[in-house]
């Protein structure tokens, strides 16, 4: 028995002594920002002779997103590569006809997740609220406005008055007058020397004409 045992630890021994050991390949380097943003700005060409030789077609269109997808996928750290998400989000609301909404937003959710930090954010939230107010679209822009406005309830702080403004404005639109009134008030208790609180003054007096049309119950504004 003990000689069997020893056999079978020599056989191991053997074996294990012929086994090789998988190497993993070292990675790559990581280009730095710098060659990210040079690479990016060479794709950037690609995407500008797109337009130059193929016009604003769908087709076309499509090409240039397709392109502009590749910075943040092969460059993510080149500033050039948020910078793509945004010409995405122009393209989808402002170049295609019907405007591919849906897109859009699904684009800028992409964006939000992979640079949770970027200072294009309220760039691009200007984009959308310039886009909604224009189609009146008012459930989405106080949809897109909600949690700001909540937190501003809960800290009495909010990073611009102007998003209040066109939180209130939506509600105002979507026939939440008392609410409406509410924000614009708060604007102009808060805010008193800005743009916004301006426009709230004129709202309010919109909100008491809608009143009026509709004998003080809430209503839609036109």
Not at 203 to 220: A, D, S, V
Request: aromatic share 12%; charged share 30%.
């Amino acid at each position: 028995m003990k000689r069997a045992f020893l056999l079978i630890g020599l056989v191991v021994f053997v074996f294990s002594g012929c086994a090789t050991v998988e190497e993993k390949p070292s990675e790559a380097p990581k280009p730095s920002v710098q060659k990210q943003q040079k690479e990016a700005m060479n794709l950037f060409q690609k995407i500008l002779e797109v337009s130059e030789q193929k016009g604003p077609t769908p087709e076309a269109l499509e090409e240039k997103i397709a392109l502009l997808r590749q910075m943040p996928e092969r460059y993510p750290d080149a500033p050039l590569s948020q910078e793509a998400y945004w010409h995405i989000i122009n393209i989808y609301l402002n170049q295609f006809y019907p405007p591919k909404v849906e897109e859009a937003e699904k684009t800028y959710r992409e964006f939000l997740k992979k640079y949770p930090r970027s200072p294009l954010k309220n760039a691009i939230e200007s984009t959308f609220n310039l886009f909604y107010f224009q189609h009146k679209m008012w459930d989405k822009l106080e949809r897109m406005h909600r949690a700001r406005v909540k937190k501003f309830i809960e800290t009495g702080r909010i990073d611009s008055p102007f998003y209040f403004y066109m939180y209130s404005l939506a509600k105002m639109n979507l026939g939440e007058l008392e609410e409406a009134e509410k924000g614009f008030k708060w604007i102009i208790l808060k805010y008193p020397t800005t743009q916004a609180a301006k426009d709230a003054k004129r709202q309010l007096k919109n909100i008491e004409k809608l009143r009026k049309k509709t004998g003080g119950t809430n209503g839609r504004s036109q």
